[in-house]
């Protein structure tokens, strides 16, 4: 059962502490509702970017919501480095779990599949290995002359994204954006924001419905209009380039940062 | 006569250059100048009437067929369906590898960059790899990085059929040589020389005293890069687009 419910209450749904999976900028990012967990003051998040961050990551860094990261690079884009990021790395404030994409998405994939691992390709030799713990190098089972990768399972507690459109049943339509699929797949809840909530079932137009996230999936629905501003919503509506240079100036400063947050609301 | 060639369109070509013959070309986040080359061997081979360039920008709706999500773009790599792809890198050293953390001891970098992306693995799969650093110094190309993104050379345990084919900066081009595991000079860039190059590179290369120039443009594919690439762009790279040359 999908609940639908307000931005407000989504928000304090999502516990400090927990593990929390986050799609990429202009893609499927919902830095409204993130927002809104600055302002209720979270705590203690472990981060997984769905593989890459952006600016919603940046100010939660920012806010010091933060306390593991784990992710493939975290970028504002055309607007330059993530300041807040840059200045925890240094502070060392937040615990670092660097990652390569495909990486992420193999860690993921166990979690949907239910089982512990997934070997991958490539990444023997790199540093990005030998920092991780959780990643180890195995012989191929069915060749023993061949060394492979093999992540552990990467399963959130809760995927947090925002969408164009979901139903009244709780069907939520990613089109084309399948790796926020693969996320809520592998998390243990999926909390979604839309631009619209639809009358008629996501899933009665067999030309949709490949791209439609059931609700299965699903555990709340909150409307929240432009809840992508200000970096964007894949095929919807685009960054707000001159927000997130706004945004990355701001936060050169922790007291640029904490004047943005103050001084600005989610468009929302 | 038009507007001479820019430093960053020369770039652009010398990238559709580098290009030449492949049938799918990827490129990642915060790439304008890799996507501009890309989209320039699409449009100078569809001018020539020569084989149809499948290019996937990523980021983009129009430039991106695939329908498996950001995962889709991997699993080509994997199976061999992707034949070039770009990465850039805040160091790059002699042997190849690239480093996209930072500098410094790690974790707490004093100098961070955004991360490794994809480069872990795309390094090893794609068959044509091209490093692409705009500033040619020697904080950039140095003698051995402070952290391994990705490896520019692998021992035969190791599934590997893809790495570094050349590094293009503002100045020079390279190729690389796998054998070696060493970068060549090809050429230096108008307004450069190899002393130039030698004095502002970090690492050791073969051909240091290289005479040739790289090519440029002619006056149509000037043309090209200024009206329908600088368009095509203006989706994924508004600001990039904005500041090229151009009508209007």
Same mark, same amino acid.
């Given at each position: ?53 952006? =600016? ?9 919501? @933060?306390?593991?990261?784990?992710? !493939?690079? &975290? #970028? /504002?884009? $055309? ?101 926020? =699929? ?9 909390? @979604?924001?839309?631009?619209?909530? !639809?009358? &008629? #079932? /996501?899933? $009665? ?64 | ?248």
């Amino acid at each position: 059962m999908t609940d639908f419910v307000t931005p407000q209450k989504m928000a304090e749904m999502i516990p400090s502490g927990c593990k929390l999976g986050l799609a990429p900028d202009d893609y499927a990012a919902a830095p409204g509702l993130v927002r809104m967990l600055i302002d209720r003051r979270i705590r203690d998040l472990h981060v997984v970017c769905a593989p890459i961050g952006g =600016m919603q990551v940046d100010m939660l860094i920012g806010a010091g919501a @933060v306390a593991t990261l784990e992710t !493939s690079a &975290v #970028s /504002l884009g $055309e607007a330059g480095g993530a300041p807040c990021f840059s200045r925890a790395v240094r502070d060392g404030s937040i615990r670092l779990r660097d990652a390569t994409c495909p990486a992420v998405f193999a860690g993921l994939t166990a979690a949907e599949k239910g089982v512990p691992f997934m070997p991958i390709r490539g990444i023997i030799g790199s540093d990005v290995l030998e920092k991780r713990d959780d990643w180890k190098v195995t012989s191929n089972p069915f060749d023993d002359s061949e060394k492979i990768v093999v992540v552990s399972a990467i399963q959130p507690d809760i995927a947090l994204f925002h969408a164009p459109e979901a139903d009244r049943f709780g069907n939520v339509r990613l089109g084309r954006r399948r790796e926020v =699929m693969l996320l809520a797949h592998a998390s243990k809840k999926a909390f @979604v924001t839309v631009e619209r909530i !639809s009358d &008629v #079932s /996501l899933l $009665e137009d067999e030309k949709m419905a490949a791209g439609v996230l059931p609700a299965i999936y699903v555990s709340a629905v909150a409307q929240l209009k432009n809840g992508g501003w200000p970096t964007g919503l894949y095929a919807e509506y685009p960054r707000d380039g001159q927000e997130v240079e706004k945004y990355a100036r701001a936060a050169r400063s922790p007291e640029g940062f904490q004047t943005y947050i103050q001084g600005s609301r989610s468009a929302a | 006569m038009s507007e001479a060639c820019t430093s960053r369109e020369l770039m652009i070509y010398t990238i559709s250059r580098l290009l030449k013959g492949v049938r799918h070309v990827a490129v990642g986040q915060s790439s304008p100048m890799p996507a501009a080359g890309a989209m320039l061997l699409r449009a100078l081979n569809e001018r020539d009437g020569r084989e149809r360039v499948q290019v996937s920008i990523l980021g983009s709706v129009k430039h991106n067929s695939f329908t498996g999500g950001a995962e889709e773009l991997f699993d080509c790599a994997a199976q061999g369906r992707l034949d070039a792809f770009f990465l850039g890198g805040g160091q790059i050293d002699g042997q190849g590898n690239v480093n996209l953390v930072g500098t410094g001891d790690y974790p707490n970098n004093p100098v961070r960059w955004p991360g490794s992306f994809g480069s872990a693995y795309l390094y090893f799969l794609v068959p044509r790899v091209i490093l692409f650093r705009e500033e040619h110094s020697l904080r950039s190309l140095v003698e051995r990085v402070d952290f391994v993104s990705a490896p520019g050379v692998t021992d035969e345990t190791v599934y590997r059929r893809g790495g570094p084919h050349a590094l293009l900066t503002n100045a020079a081009l390279f190729s690389f040589e796998r054998e070696a595991g060493r970068f060549r000079l090809q050429s230096t860039h108008r307004g450069y020389d190899w002393r130039d190059i030698r004095a502002t590179t970090g690492f050791a290369y073969d051909n240091e005293q290289c005479e040739a120039t790289t090519p440029m443009p002619d006056e149509t594919t000037l043309a090209l890069i200024r009206g329908r690439i600088r368009e095509e762009l203006r989706e994924c790279y508004p600001q990039f687009a904005g500041n090229m040359p151009g009508p209007g």
